[in-house]
């Protein structure tokens, strides 16, 4: 069992930066975040493996920064110059298998967090 405690969310203008953190309690091949707006799937956002690989959805690509502190084993997501459409309910998750999906498909997590908002303003 892993247990997740994302932190970090809040409220932004268009342009700033906010950084989330997900503390995670046991072992993990991988993580991710991933975001969902009110009536809207929910989608990866980035993750990273253990050999520090990352991902990024292409609406996130030099804005976003995913990074993880193995020594307290916590994931961050960094993310410069948001966007008002940037704005959701962001999730982290993660797994300790090897990943059988693309590590941006949700149905590769097996462990979630309970979320934290995010809303920028225009």
């Known amino acids: 069992q892993v247990q997740l405690v994302e932190s970090g969310g809040g409220s932004v203008q268009a342009g700033g930066s906010l950084r989330l953190s997900c503390a995670a309690s046991?072992?993990?091949?991988?993580m991710g975040w991933f975001r969902q707006a009110p009536g809207k799937e929910r989608e990866g956002v980035a993750a990273?493996?253990?050999?520090?690989?990352?991902n990024y959805a292409d609406s996130v690509k030099g804005r976003f920064t995913i990074s993880k502190d193995n020594a307290k084993n916590t994931l961050y997501l960094q993310m410069n110059n948001l966007k008002p459409e940037d704005s959701a309910m962001y999730y982290c998750?993660?797994?300790?298998?090897?990943?059988?999906?693309?590590?941006?498909?949700?149905?590769?997590?097996?462990?979630w967090g309970q979320g934290t908002q995010v809303t920028v303003s225009s």
């Open positions: 046991g072992y993990t091949y991988y």
């Open positions: 990273i493996d253990r050999y520090s690989t990352t």
């Open positions: 998750a993660a797994d300790q298998s090897s990943p059988q999906w693309s590590l941006l498909h949700r149905r590769g997590y097996t462990y």
